[in-house]
C-alpha cells in the first residue's frame, strides 16, 4: 500500500523549499538528484485508464522497474493505494511478472491476464521528472521519504510542468505526513495536489476532467460509537469537499462550486450536530466559514442567472431579462474566479492539511476527562435517536405558521429543516428504511418550497443592487422582483399543505 501527500510547489518558490529549515537540516542525508523518465503504456481504448489504474515503466540510469497502481483514496491530497512493482528487463511491459501479485479474480487481475490487452499495449504519455530526495526520520519513528520533483509530463498533444513536493510514508502513522507539510508551508505557499502524474497525463490525452461529486450515502455500523460514527460522517463530508476542488478550481464549473459548499455544509453541520460531546478545534468553524461564503458569493449568482430567470422568463418577457441575464453571469463568472482562487490559496490549503490532521489524530481527545472519552465511547444509536428527535422538536417549534411567516422566521426554519435533513442522512443506517423514506420524502418537499422561496428572498437583494453597476439592466430586474414576489404570494397554499404533511410525522428511530 502506498500512502503519499502530493504538494505542487510554485516553480520560483523551488529554491527557497530546499533551503526550507527542515530540508536543510536533512541535506547532508540527501541522496543526488536523479532523473526519472517513466512510459506509461494504456490501449489504444485506454484499459487500464478504464479500469481506474495505471501502468508504467520507469527507467533510472540502467534499471528498469514496471509499476501498476490501482485506484485507491485521496484525503487533502493523501494517496493510499495499492502499487505493484517487479523489475523488467526492457522498455516495454511484461504483464505476466505481475500475476502473482494482482488477484485474478480482480478486474485488473483479469485485464493482465489477456493477452489481446498485452499485444495491444502502446506507450501513450512520459514523465520526466528529476528527483532530489530527502529520507526523515522523526523523534516518533516514522519514516518518511521527501521528494523534490521537477519535470514535465509529455503526450503527442502536449505537455505540463511539474514542481512538486512527495511526502511518502514508508513506516508509521499517517499524521506525521501532514505536520510535515504545514512546517513546509510556513516557508513556501505549497497548495494540495490532488492529480497524480498518471492524472495529469490522461488529462493531455483529453480523457479526464472534473466532474461535480454528490455527498455518498453515510454507512454506520449499529455497533458503532458515537466517536467512530463522528469520524465517518466527518470523512464522508470531507471526501465531497475534496472530490469538488478541482473543479471549483477549474473556474468554469459551477456544479462543483454548488457540491463543494453543499459538503461544507454538512460537515459544519456534523460538527455541529456532535459539539457537545466532541468539540472542534479552536478556529476551524471559523476557517470553514470563510471558504463557504467565498463558494456562496458564486453560487447565489449562478442561481439567479440560471433557474430563478428562467421562472422569471416563462410569459414571454426573455429580451427584458436578456440584460439581467447577461449582467448575472458577469457576476457569476467573476465570483467564481474568486472562488477559485480561494480554494488554491495558501489559506485553504492550511485549513484542509490541518483539519486532515485533526481528524487522522483524533485531536478532539486532547484534555478530554475520563467521563468525556466514556460518552464518546458509547453506543451512538440512542445519540442518533436523541439527536433526531431534539432537531425535529426545534423544526417544529420554528415552523408554526410557516406560511405567514416574514422571512427572516421563514429562513431560521429553513436552517433547522437543513440540519433534521443532514441528521437524517448521516444516521440513516441505523433507523428501519421504510420509515427513513417516508420521512426524508416529506421533507425533502418542503425543504424545496422553502430553498425556492429563500432564492427569491436573496434574488430581490441581488436585483435591487445590480442597477448600479448594470443600468442597462434596471427595467428587467424591477420585472424580475416583481415576477417573483407574485409568484411567493401565490405559494401560501402550497406551502400550507407541505407543511401540514410534515408536522404529522414522527422522526425515524
Known amino acids: 500500500m502506498e500512502r503519499e501527500l502530493k504538494l505542487r510547489v510554485p516553480k520560483e518558490a523551488l529554491d527557497a523549499l530546499r533551503h526550507a529549515p527542515l530540508l536543510a537540516k536533512l541535506n547532508s542525508q540527501a541522496e543526488a538528484p536523479q532523473l526519472l523518465t517513466s512510459t506509461y503504456f494504456d490501449t489504444p481504448a485506454l484499459a487500464f485508464h478504464g479500469n481506474k489504474a495505471s501502468l508504467r515503466v520507469r527507467t533510472v540510469g540502467n534499471k528498469r522497474v514496471q509499476t501498476l497502481k490501482l485506484e485507491g483514496s485521496?484525503?487533502?491530497?493523501?494517496?493510499?493505494?495499492?502499487?505493484?512493482?517487479?523489475?523488467?528487463?526492457?522498455?516495454?511491459?511484461?504483464?505476466?511478472?505481475?500475476?502473482?501479485?494482482?488477484?485474478?479474480?480482480?478486474?485488473?487481475?483479469?485485464?493482465?491476464?489477456?493477452?489481446?490487452?498485452?499485444?495491444?499495449?502502446?506507450?501513450?504519455?512520459?514523465?520526466?521528472?528529476?528527483?532530489?530526495?530527502?529520507?526523515?526520520?522523526?523523534?516518533?519513528?516514522?519514516?518518511?521519504?521527501?521528494?523534490?520533483?521537477?519535470?514535465?509530463?509529455?503526450?503527442?498533444?502536449?505537455?505540463?510542468?511539474?514542481?512538486?513536493?512527495e511526502l511518502e510514508l514508508k513506516q508509521g502513522e499517517p499524521e506525521s505526513l501532514y505536520n510535515i507539510a504545514l512546517e513546509l508551508l510556513e516557508a513556501v505557499p505549497l497548495r494540495i495536489d490532488h492529480l497524480s502524474k498518471a492524472d495529469l497525463?490522461?488529462?493531455?490525452?483529453?480523457?479526464?476532467?472534473?466532474?461535480?461529486?454528490?455527498?455518498?450515502?453515510?454507512?454506520?455500523?449499529?455497533?458503532?460509537?458515537?466517536?467512530?460514527?463522528?469520524?465517518?460522517?466527518?470523512?464522508?463530508?470531507?471526501?465531497?469537499?475534496?472530490?469538488?476542488?478541482?473543479?471549483?478550481?477549474?473556474g468554469h464549473d459551477s456544479a462543483s462550486v454548488h457540491q463543494m459548499r453543499v459538503g461544507l455544509r454538512r460537515l459544519r453541520s456534523?460538527?455541529?450536530?456532535?459539539?457537545?460531546?466532541?468539540?472542534?478545534?479552536?478556529?476551524?468553524d471559523e476557517e470553514l466559514?470563510?471558504?463557504?461564503?467565498?463558494?456562496?458569493?458564486?453560487?447565489?449568482?449562478?442561481?439567479?442567472?440560471?433557474?430563478?430567470?428562467?421562472?422569471?422568463?416563462?410569459?414571454?418577457?426573455?429580451?427584458?431579462?436578456?440584460?439581467?441575464?447577461?449582467?448575472?453571469?458577469?457576476?457569476?463568472?467573476?465570483?467564481?474566479?474568486?472562488?477559485?482562487?480561494?480554494?488554491?490559496?495558501?489559506?485553504?490549503?492550511?485549513?484542509?492539511?490541518?483539519?486532515?490532521?485533526?481528524?487522522?489524530?483524533?485531536?478532539?481527545?486532547?484534555?478530554m476527562s475520563d467521563q468525556q472519552r466514556e460518552a464518546i465511547s458509547s453506543p451512538v444509536k440512542q445519540f442518533a435517536a436523541d439527536v433526531l428527535r431534539r432537531r425535529h422538536r426545534t423544526l417544529i417549534k420554528r415552523g408554526k405558521g410557516l406560511a405567514d411567516l416574514d422571512d427572516h422566521l421563514r429562513h431560521r426554519a429553513r436552517i433547522a429543516a437543513k440540519k433534521v435533513r443532514y441528521a437524517t442522512e448521516f444516521f440513516a443506517s441505523l433507523c428501519p428504511r421504510r420509515a427513513v423514506c417516508h420521512y426524508v420524502d416529506a421533507l425533502t418537499a418542503l425543504q424545496d418550497d422553502l430553498g425556492w422561496r429563500n432564492d427569491a428572498v436573496v434574488a430581490d437583494q441581488l436585483l435591487t443592487a445590480l442597477p448600479r453597476t448594470s443600468p442597462?439592466?434596471?427595467?428587467?430586474?424591477?420585472?424580475?422582483?416583481?415576477?417573483?414576489?407574485?409568484?411567493?404570494?401565490?405559494?401560501?397554499?402550497?406551502?400550507?399543505?407541505?407543511?401540514?404533511?410534515?408536522?404529522?410525522?414522527?422522526?425515524?428511530?
Request: proline share 5%; glycine share 6%; with cysteine.
Open 74 to 165: 485521496v484525503q487533502a491530497g493523501l494517496f493510499s493505494r495499492d502499487e505493484f512493482e517487479v523489475p523488467v528487463e526492457s522498455d516495454v511491459p511484461d504483464l505476466t511478472r505481475l500475476h502473482d501479485q494482482v488477484p485474478d479474480d480482480t478486474d485488473c487481475g483479469k485485464l493482465i491476464r489477456d493477452e489481446i490487452i498485452a499485444a495491444q499495449l502502446e506507450p501513450v504519455f512520459v514523465t520526466r521528472i528529476n528527483r532530489s530526495v530527502f529520507p526523515l526520520r522523526t523523534p516518533s519513528g516514522d519514516e518518511i521519504e521527501i521528494a523534490l520533483d521537477e519535470g514535465t509530463v509529455d503526450a503527442k498533444s502536449g505537455s505540463v510542468p511539474i514542481t512538486a513536493v
Open 472 to 509: 442597462e439592466a434596471a427595467s428587467g430586474a424591477a420585472f424580475v422582483r416583481g415576477f417573483l414576489a407574485s409568484r411567493v404570494a401565490a405559494d401560501h397554499r402550497t406551502l400550507k399543505k407541505l407543511w401540514k404533511r410534515f408536522r404529522r410525522l414522527s422522526p425515524p428511530r
Open 270 to 284: 456534523a460538527f455541529d450536530l456532535f459539539a457537545k460531546v466532541i468539540p472542534a478545534s479552536p478556529g476551524l
Open 289 to 367: 466559514r470563510w471558504i463557504a461564503s467565498e463558494l456562496g458569493a458564486a453560487r447565489d449568482w449562478e442561481v439567479l442567472a440560471g433557474s430563478t430567470l428562467d421562472h422569471a422568463g416563462i410569459n414571454g418577457n426573455a429580451d427584458e431579462i436578456l440584460p439581467v441575464r447577461q449582467a448575472c453571469e458577469k457576476v457569476a463568472v467573476n465570483n467564481r474566479q474568486r472562488a477559485a482562487t480561494a480554494v488554491e490559496s495558501v489559506r485553504y490549503t492550511r485549513l484542509a492539511l490541518q483539519l486532515a490532521l485533526w481528524l487522522n489524530r483524533k485531536g478532539w481527545r486532547d484534555g
Open 201 to 250: 497525463g490522461y488529462a493531455l490525452l483529453g480523457t479526464a476532467h472534473s466532474k461535480a461529486v454528490k455527498a455518498q450515502p453515510v454507512q454506520l455500523d449499529k455497533r458503532a460509537s458515537v466517536e467512530d460514527a463522528f469520524s465517518t460522517i466527518a470523512r464522508n463530508c470531507l471526501d465531497q469537499v475534496q472530490a469538488n476542488e478541482c473543479g471549483v478550481v477549474s
